[in-house]
T-cell receptor, first 113, second 111 residues
Framework: AQSVTQLDSHVSVSEGTPVLLRCNYS??????LFWYVQHPNKGLQLLLK??????LVKGINGFEAEFKKSETSFHLTKPSAHMSDAAEYFC???????????FGTGTSLTVIP | DAGVTQSPTHLIKTRGQQVTLRCSPK?????VSWYQQALGQGPQFIFQ???????QRGNFPDRFSGHQFPNYSSELNVNALLLGDSALYLC??????????FGPGTRLTVT
């Protein structure tokens, strides 16, 4: 069975401080993992993906995520938040013959000036 | 490259009516997936089309049906609309098992 749990529904940080968005997953296979961002009234944009290569994945806009199999986690981080980072973030696990995506419930990131 | 496009952007329908949403995949992509995103929720997988056939289906009733055309574009049809069908409908395209690219979505409101 596969599932994704985003541990925080809302995260608030000050501009210039680090961002940590937490994600745990369960999967019956060796999954692919993704983080997507959704700005208001916009579609989903891929931030980064893990597909069984390097466990530390670098994405766009300074975001990174580390795959930890022993902890079944795939947390998203950024060293310094920018106002433009305010958005909804989704952790996604993908598995199965059709590469079906399973989304978490999302984390809303607020950046305080 | 235009990316994934969807039409219409917004739609208002009445309970019991039928609706058709359209999606054009990113150039070079052969697989189209459809998702329903209710307000404040993560997207839920409806179904996926590959080679003009439904390859996988999520936990949605038969009122939800789809089609993929030879040019890889796709339609999502919903019959007998319910108030609970109000949501953002997202289309995503991919090439084989690679990452999915999402369109901007169609906002469906059922009154």
């Amino acid at each position: 069975a596969q599932s994704v749990t985003q541990l925080d529904s809302h995260v608030s940080v000050s501009e210039g401080t680090p961002v940590l968005l937490r994600c745990n997953y369960s999967s019956s296979y060796s999954p692919s993992l993704f983080w997507y961002v959704q700005h208001p009234n916009k579609g989903l944009q891929l931030l980064l993906k893990y597909t069984s290569a390097a466990t530390l994945v670098k994405g766009i806009n300074g975001f990174e995520a580390e795959f930890k199999k022993s902890e079944t986690s795939f947390h998203l981080t950024k060293p310094s938040a920018h106002m433009s980072d305010a958005a909804e973030y989704f952790c996604v696990v993908s598995e199965g013959p059709g590469n079906q995506f399973y989304f978490g419930t999302g984390t809303s990131l607020t950046v305080i000036p | 490259d235009a990316g994934v496009t969807q039409s219409p952007t917004h739609l208002i329908k009445t309970r019991g009516q039928q609706v058709t949403l359209r999606c054009s995949p990113k150039s070079g992509h052969d697989t189209v997936s459809w998702y329903q995103q209710a307000l404040g929720q993560g997207p839920q997988f409806i179904f996926q089309y590959y080679e003009e056939e439904e390859r996988q289906r999520g936990n949605f009733p038969d009122r939800f049906s789809g089609h993929q055309f030879p040019n890889y574009s796709s339609e999502l049809n919903v019959n007998a609309l319910l108030l609970g069908d109000s949501a953002l409908y997202l289309c995503a395209s991919s090439f084989t098992l690679n990452e999915q690219y999402f369109g901007p979505g169609t906002r469906l409101t059922v009154t």
